[in-house]
């Protein structure tokens, strides 16, 4: 298996692109493709990866890069595999598409791939929002965040639907793997990227990327919270391999999701009956989908009381 | 060898000559035909190319811009709905100058539906970079995939051509067509060799983001391709022409254009039946003469200008409107002729696929010919339409 030592000093996503500090997407890619290799094609849809990755006359990228418009992330690595196919040679079609350009505009041309089974990686890098725009809501944005399209308001406050399941969307497909993965968990996220590259078909990986502008959080933080959000269950860490679904990583006893949103301005809003609707479905969804039969609650649907207050020592921790 | 074959048949023969390696399709109506022979042709071993059932026509040619960024000779065919569809991505690939062939079969684009002839659906995607020639016939409408690919591939172009044919008056009508052997076609097409293309060996960004301070060089560059073309257009006419017997004339085609007094402009089909109208007049003592407008980009303002010197009145055969009053043609020609005299008078006629009868035809000479006299006609005429009448 993998090691974190035995990937290239190299990187193939160099230095002096211009994300933000802290920005998950820079370090889900640049680690991704440290695994994939030299031999890789990447696509990138409209997204900061395109504006802080490749601004004319800089670029980032040390392997081919492709980029056309927002909604076509699939469809376009069909298309530059069949050239390589063609041509005879061997190099891997690798997108790296955000939640709106896969869970929304995207989503067609992703099934499309994923239907035909085109032997390509799609890799989703799920900040939850439509960062590039300045923070829209999209169909990953959990239940309750700020957005600047889901405002809160005196009426309402926040996004007031749950996040889409994109998991079951995609392995619906009856692709040969889907996995999803978090920068705060490296060997896994290693281990799961080499795996993904030695399967042949489509691949979809699902990158838990928190966005520092768009979560209001401290730009020292972006590992902590991938952790507190695996933790507490809004992020699951499992892999999905020809139908098998497997949980890669298994939280102890489940923390609340308080501590998790608590570390976000984009959740410091929510009412305590809003963090236990969420808390709920962070249950419901875990004894759904991802808890093996017989195996003990690690998730109580009411999470304990006296967690429930937002404390001045949460605001002075984690900044307004 | 001869065989009479559908113009969509003929277009698809035209793409396996070419060997194109990748041949992205979704079905639409009346394009289908050229996707489902090409499928057959794979599937029978015919044709060694990568046939990718995309899902919509957005994906199309996205995969399409993937492939031909690349390294790949790409193919495909669209019409109508599908090339709208298509729009966001036409105007991505010819800046990238990715030499992609797409036959369109021209189609009303709705509201209201239709499925027959109309140039509404290339008309609205004529300024995003592609070029567009629109044919006759079946023969041509081979002959102009085989030429598509030089022109589009050639150094000093480098863009996507649209070869455009008649919906179902070409797409669905069998003609006698003579289709060139693979041998000379290999000999007059090279295999498609890039300078730049996705290649890891030596990367390359290909569509990265551009600050205000580089896009006019950009779209410089891509109107110098355009301009450019109509001297390689020229070049691979004339040299088409000497290997396979059959000269187009090159951006336009004339007839009876040397002694003419009054001329017609027309597009795709219906210069067949203007020719056998201008033979009718002209056995009558009318001196008419016929100009093919056969190109649209790049737009045969020189070529025009030429042709038309020696004429009293220009009439312009336009078979989609454009809403400021006249049709598309009729407004370049106008363009294009400024400065000189003649009155220009436009012609709209087999609008959302109606027939252009030779009596249609006939009127469009009458009414060019009394504005060539200086009597006073109407310079918009909607000919064999309901309502006010011409």
Known sequence: MITIKDLPDENLFTAGHTACPGCGVAMSIRNAIRVLGKDTSVYVPASCAVVFGTTFPYGAWKVPFFHTAFENTGACLTGMQAAFEKKGKKVTAVGFAGDGGTYDIGLQSMSGAAERNDDVIYICLDNEAYMNTGIQRSGGTPFGAWTTTTPVGTKVQGNRRFKKNLGEIVTAHEIPYYATLSIGHPLDFIRKVEKAKNIKGFRFLHMFTPCIPGWKMDPAKTVEVTKRAVESGMWTLYEVENGEKKITYKPGKMKSVRDYLMMQGRFRHMSDEDIKKLQMWVCKKWNLYYKEKGSPEICEIAPPEEHHAVTEEHREMHGP | MKKVITGDHAVALGAKLCRVDVVPAYPITPQTLIIEHIADFVNDGEMDAKFLTMESEHSVMSAAAAASAAGARVFTATSSQGLAFMYEMLYATAPMRLPIVMANANRTLAAPPGIWCEYNDSMGVRDSGWL???????????????????????????????????????????????????????????????????????????????????????????????????????????????????????????????????????????????????????????????????????????????????????????????????GPAFNEIQSALYGMTMPVVNHLAGIGGRDVTREQIIKMFEITIKAGKGEKVNTINWHNTRGETV
């Open chain 2, 132 to 326: 567009q020639v629109y044919v006759e016939d079946n023969q041509e409408a081979l002959d102009m995939v085989i030429q598509s690919f030089r022109i589009a591939e050639d150094k000093r172009v480098l863009l996507p051509v649209m070869p455009c044919l008649d919906g179902f008056v070409l797409t669905h009508t069998v003609e006698p067509v003579d289709v060139p052997q693979q041998e000379d076609v290999d000999s007059f097409l090279s295999p498609y060799a890039p300078d730049i293309m996705l290649d890891p060996a030596r990367p390359t960004m290909i569509g990265i983001f551009m600050p205000a301070e580089y896009i006019m060089e950009l779209r410089r560059q891509t109107m110098g391709a355009v301009e450019s073309a109509k001297k390689v257009i020229g070049e691979i006419n004339d040299e088409f022409a000497k290997v396979f017997g059959r000269n187009y004339g090159g951006m336009i085609d004339t007839y009876m254009m040397e002694d003419a007094e009054v001329a017609l402009v027309t597009m795709g089909t219906v210069t067949s039946t203007s020719r056998e109208v201008v033979d009718e007049l002209r056995k009558v003592g009318k001196k008419v003469g016929l100009v093919k407008l056969r190109f649209f980009r790049p737009f045969p303002v020189d070529e025009l200008r030429k042709a038309l010197s020696g004429v009293s009145a220009v009439g312009v055969f336009d078979r989609s409107i454009s809403y400021h009053g006249g």
